[in-house]
């Protein structure tokens, strides 16, 4: 999420990298597992005929009810001229990353897709995913779609190992997503994450195999490939926050927020 150039409006200005606690990991972990539970909800509320207002209303529900809040609401990301108003992202079609659901009444059609983007806060620490949905009934070229950016993600994570390097994980998405002619979105990318909505590194959807931060166990970070079925040029609506494929084609959008171990990876917005 707000991922972007350096010298963008959505970026935030980046720290040194964190390695998290113990204690924090575990909290990480429990609002992951609460994190993931929302998403779910969410995911199954989407159908034609839904308004984006609805989404937003129930994810704030849910984050109330567990007594959390959102990461995302009332955030000024480093440049912009405005905070976010929402606590939930919710992007129609040829909207690639931070749509916003309050702006105006959007309403969900057969045959759209929505990525949904939240982030938690859970007992002071930060969680971030995102999923994208159909609507109804899809064609079968967004459908490979969805399933390729899903599968892109999971081969990000597969390659995220300590002593591994942020590149890794950049050659394999890029090379799974190559493979189907997707548009790679090359100027929004993942993030370190857990104190703050956004900390080093920084982790593009590119990249070559060793290059870039190392990956040391302990780090967290937010993986999350944005795919768009036509070119990878995107472009920033009015409203300071809205980015979409400057050719209208549909995007998608996957996230997870995983920790980094000595083998592997443990995802941690997973149910």
């Known amino acids: 999420m707000f ?3 350096y010298s963008s409006v959505v970026h935030s200005r980046f720290m040194a990298i964190i390695i998290k606690t113990a204690k924090e990991i575990e909290i990480l972990r429990e609002g992951g597992r609460r994190h993931a539970f929302i998403l779910s909800k969410l995911a199954k509320a989407v159908k034609p005929g839904v308004s984006t207002q609805l989404l937003e209303d129930l ?3 849910l984050i109330q009810e ?3 809040t959102s990461a995302f609401l009332g955030y000024k990301p480093y440049g912009a001229k ?3 108003p929402a606590s939930l992202c919710v992007s129609i079609n040829d909207e690639v990353v ?3 659901p309050n702006e105006e009444e959007k309403i969900l059609c057969d045959g759209d897709v929505v990525s949904l983007d939240l982030g938690l806060v859970h007992k002071g620490m930060i969680t971030d995913s995102a999923i994208t949905v159909p609507v109804g009934k899809v064609d079968k070229k967004t459908k490979a779609l969805l399933i390729d ?4 993600l999971e081969l990000g994570i597969k ?4 002593g591994g390097h942020v590149g890794d994980i950049g050659a394999a998405i890029e090379k799974y997503a190559s493979l189907g002619g997707y548009g790679i979105v090359r100027e ?3 993030h370190g994450v857990g104190r703050k909505v956004h900390e080093d590194p920084y982790v593009p959807n590119y990249g070559d195999v060793g290059d870039g931060d190392e990956l040391r166990p302990g780090m967290v970070i937010a993986i999350e490939p944005m795919l768009n079925l036509g070119t990878e040029e995107i472009e920033l609506d009015n409203d300071g926050y809205t980015y979409r494929t400057t050719d209208g084609a549909p995007s998608a959008h996957f996230e997870h927020t995983i920790l980094i171990t000595e083998k592997s990876a443990e995802v941690l917005t997973k149910l």
């Open 3 to 5: 991922t972007k150039r």
């Open 149 to 152: 950016t899903k599968k892109a």
């Open 98 to 100: 931070h749509g916003i």
């Open 66 to 68: 567990g007594g959390d």
């Open 59 to 61: 994810a704030n529900q």
């Open 159 to 162: 390659s995220a190992r300590g």
């Open 188 to 190: 929004l990318a993942g």
């Open 82 to 84: 405005r905070p976010y």
